[in-house]
C-alpha cells in the first residue's frame, strides 16, 4: 500500500481484513501519516516505497495525483500489479505510459473508479438498455475538505461521472463545452461540461466543493424511461408513463381545465409508473479490492482498466483545460485561468 492519507487508510483497513493477501505494509513519506496508520490501524509501515522491491505482487496507490505516474512506472517496470486511484495521471501522456508499461510487463492496471462498484451502479448497467440511452444528468457535490487540493474539482470529482458515462455510452464524444470558476485557489472548484456524443446522446455534468451540502446523483434518461440514482445511499428509481400514455392515448393537454388541475395529484399514479429499488448493501471499496485479486489471479482486465482510466481522463483534460483557457475575470472570483500558469510552473 502506498500512501498513508485519508483514502490510503480506508484502502489499508479493509486490505487488512482480507483472509486472501498478506498486507506487507503501508508506504508514506510523512512520519504523521505514517503515526496515524501505526496507532490507529496497528499496521507496519515503511517510509519509501522502495523498499518494497522484491517484496510484493501487487500494490495499491492512494498518493497524490501528481505522484501517480512517477510511482506506478516504478511499480510497473517492476512486474508488480497495480491499482492506481483516480485519475490516472495528471496527462493523458502519463496514462499512456503507465498503459503501455503495463502490457510490456504483463501487468494487471486498475484504475480507482470505486463508483463502478456501487450496488445502485451495477443493478443500473444490469437494468438499462445502453442503446436507448438519450440524455445523462449529472451532479456530483460537496463542501472543501482540504484534501485533493493538488488538483482542480474536474480531476476530483467530475472524472468520477465521465468515467460512468462513457462507460455506458461507447460512441466516440463529438463535442466538449465547459465552464469553470477557481474560488479557494488556483484549481477550479466549481465545473460544468456538455458532452456530445457521435450518436446523439448528450450528457450534462456538474461538480463543485464549494457547495453547502453534499449531492452525488445521476438521471439518465431512455427512450420511454428514465433513471435517478443516488451514489450516496447506493438507491435508484425507474420511472415509465403508464400505458395509456405510453400510446399517446392520454395526454394532459389535451384534459379540460378541470381535469388537468388533476393531474398533480394523480402523476404518479394515472400518468407515471415509478418504482424505487433499494439494491443489497455491499462495500464498494472491497468489490474494487475482490475484483483487482481476482483479475491478477485470472489474467484478465479488471473491471476499471488502465484504458478506462485514460479515456476518462482525456475528457476530463479538455474539460479542465477549457475552463483554463477562459480569461474573463468575475467578480470576486479568482479567474480560471490561473489554472494554466499553475501548470506551467508544474512543468
Known amino acids: 500500500m502506498i500512501g498513508g492519507g485519508h483514502l490510503g487508510r480506508i484502502h489499508a483497513k479493509l486490505l487488512a481484513t482480507r483472509q486472501d493477501i498478506e498486507l506487507v505494509a503501508v508506504c508514506d513519506p510523512s ?19 522502495e523498499s518494497l522491491k522484491d517484496q510484493i505482487d501487487a500494490v495499491v496507490i492512494a498518493s497524490p495525483t501528481i505522484y501517480h505516474h512517477a510511482i506506478g512506472r516504478w511499480c510497473l517496470d517492476r512486474g508488480i500489479h497495480t491499482l492506481i486511484e483516480k485519475p490516472i495521471a495528471c496527462s493523458v501522456r502519463e496514462a499512456d505510459d503507465l498503459i503501455a508499461c503495463a502490457e510490456r510487463n504483463d501487468c494487471r492496471l486498475q484504475v480507482g473508479h470505486i463508483e463502478r462498484f456501487n450496488p445502485a451502479w451495477t443493478w443500473t448497467r444490469q437494468s438499462i438498455d445502453r442503446e436507448s440511452i438519450h440524455h445523462i444528468d449529472a451532479r456530483r457535490e460537496g463542501v472543501y475538505t482540504g484534501r485533493s487540493t493538488d488538483i482542480g474539482i474536474v480531476l476530483d470529482l467530475m472524472i468520477h461521472d465521465i468515467d460512468l458515462v462513457l ?42 466543493r464549494i457547495s453547502p451540502c453534499p449531492v452525488r446523483s445521476m438521471e439518465i434518461h431512455g427512450h420511454n424511461e428514465w433513471l435517478e440514482i443516488d451514489f450516496s445511499t447506493s438507491r435508484c428509481s425507474v420511472t415509465r408513463p403508464t400505458e395509456d400514455v405510453a400510446s399517446g392515448e392520454l395526454q394532459a393537454d389535451t384534459l379540460p381545465l378541470a ?33 483487482f485479486i481476482e483479475s491478477i489471479r485470472s489474467g484478465r482486465s479488471p473491471l476499471v482498466s488502465g484504458r478506462d482510466g485514460a479515456r476518462a481522463l482525456r475528457v476530463a483534460c479538455e474539460i479542465a483545460n ?23 510552473r508544474a512543468g
Open 31 to 49: 512520519a504523521e501519516a505514517r503515526n496515524e496508520v501505526e496507532t490507529k490501524l496497528a499496521l507496519p509501515t515503511r517510509s519509501t516505497y
Open 167 to 208: 462507460s455506458l455510452i461507447a460512441e466516440p464524444v463529438d463535442s466538449i463545452r465547459a465552464f469553470g470558476r477557481s474560488v479557494l485557489g488556483e484549481h477550479e472548484d466549481f465545473a460544468v461540461a456538455d458532452l456530445v456524443f457521435r450518436n446523439g446522446a448528450t450528457a450534462h455534468l456538474r461538480a463543485s
Open 259 to 291: 381535469e388537468r388541475m388533476k393531474v398533480k395529484d394523480e402523476m404518479f399514479s394515472r400518468w407515471l409508473s415509478k418504482t424505487e429499488v433499494n439494491p443489497p448493501a455491499t462495500n464498494a471499496m472491497g468489490n474494487e479490492h475482490s475484483d
Open 322 to 344: 477549457q475552463i483554463a483557457s477562459q480569461s474573463q475575470a468575475i467578480d470576486g472570483i479568482i479567474p480560471a485561468s490561473r489554472l494554466a500558469a499553475a501548470r506551467r
